[in-house]
């Protein structure tokens, strides 16, 4: 049983949120079974809702607490984007490569993930990290070429990796680039707060002359 002092310590270190979304069937729970638990089971079990592991690891230099968020792929859990999403610092956009539908359903993914996340910053609409992940190499044929979603994911400004989970091809690599640009995000969001705290003296706020003399320009 651990101590209080270890889940302490646990807090002091960056809690990144990472959620992955796709359609349903496209691999986003065994992917991440296989990252976390490095396991792989062919008996498929929708997400009902979201599941939910958590995976400590080094992140240059910084070691960070990886949250992953595992979706239901269906439009019936729509309902539970704002919670979901809130505070979410990457997303992975998750494909089959032998479904062409679910490449191409990507595109409301996003939109779906930024209306959800809504940051506060329009500008920020179009740094939010996404990393995309073509999953199931192993299937002998496919429907979704490289050069296709290469280009797709320019457009974005998102890195892609093809991967297999049940051969665990290149998922330590999509999700260790996750992590560091979650941590990107994360530090950001901490600058963005530091810079926003005001600090004032009360003594000088209940002077009767306070507001007169502050300066104008």
Not at 126 to 150: A, H, M, W, Y
Not at 178 to 192: G, W
Request: hydrophobic share 35%; with cysteine; glycine share 6%.
């Amino acid at each position: 049983m651990r101590g209080l002092s270890d889940m302490m310590g646990d807090w002091t270190k960056p809690h990144l949120k990472v959620v992955l979304v796709g359609n349903s069937g496209v691999g986003k729970t065994s992917l991440m079974t296989r990252f976390v638990d490095h396991r792989f089971t062919n008996m498929y079990r929708a997400t009902i809702g979201v599941d939910f592991l958590t995976k400590e690891l080094t992140v240059d230099k910084n070691t960070v607490i990886l949250q992953l968020w595992d979706t239901a792929g269906s439009e019936r859990f729509f309902s539970l984007g704002s919670a979901l999403y809130r505070g979410a610092h990457c997303c992975l956009l998750v494909f089959d490569l032998g479904s062409d539908s679910s490449f191409r359903a990507l595109d409301g993914w996003i939109s779906e993930v930024l209306l959800q996340t809504d940051p506060a910053d329009p500008a920020e609409r179009g740094t939010f990290p996404f990393i995309v992940v073509g999953n199931k190499t192993d299937l002998q044929t496919r429907q979704v070429c490289s050069e296709r979603v290469q280009q797709w994911c320019e457009g974005l400004g998102a890195e892609y990796f093809e991967c297999s989970a049940k051969e665990n091809t290149a998922v330590d690599s999509a999700f260790i680039t996750a992590a560091r640009a979650a941590l990107r995000t994360f530090k950001h969001s901490a600058v963005d707060q530091t810079n926003n705290i005001q600090i004032t003296d009360k003594d000088q706020e209940q002077h009767p002359n306070y507001r007169e003399s502050k300066c104008s320009c």
